[in-house]
């Protein structure tokens, strides 16, 4: 499929346009699940606009994935400015993205939220093929 996907001020996140189209098997999980029931009974050649809201998209924001940091807890000779990306070990092992949302002599601010996350979706899907 063709898609095209906006914030609603009209912001294009992602898009197919210039690529290859999307390719995804419903029901394996990859996609978030507004999307996949956007796709639910379309036929080939069918175009649609969808919006997805935050819940069923990339979820809610949440403030207790925002950490402040001191800056004399961070290895030595990592001095990350705002935009940048960290990685971090979770307690359970895993590891977490993050991004440098503030930055002071003292400490960092990094939000772990997913970029998207509490942002209702619209995409411009079109059905090319089904296999």
Do not use: C, H, W
Not at 4 to 21: A, H, K, Q, R, Y
Not at 35 to 56: C, D, R, W
Not at 84 to 96: C, I, V
Request: charged content about 20%.
């Amino acid at each position: 499929m063709d898609y095209t996907g906006t914030l609603e001020n009209g912001t294009v996140f992602d898009t197919s346009e210039g690529g290859e189209p999307l390719e995804f098997t419903l029901g394996e999980g990859k996609m978030i699940p507004g999307f996949e029931q956007a796709v639910l009974g379309m036929k080939v050649g069918e175009s649609k606009t969808v919006t997805i809201p935050a819940n069923e998209a990339y979820g809610p924001y949440r403030d207790d994935l925002v950490l402040v940091v001191n800056r004399e807890d961070l290895p030595t000779g990592l001095d990350p400015d705002v935009g940048q990306q960290l990685q971090m070990t979770r307690p359970d092992g895993g590891t977490s993205v993050g991004t440098v949302t503030n930055a002071t002599d003292t400490t960092i601010t990094v939000d772990f939220n997913y970029p998207l996350a509490g942002k209702d979706l619209t995409f411009e899907i079109e059905l090319m093929s089904i296999q």
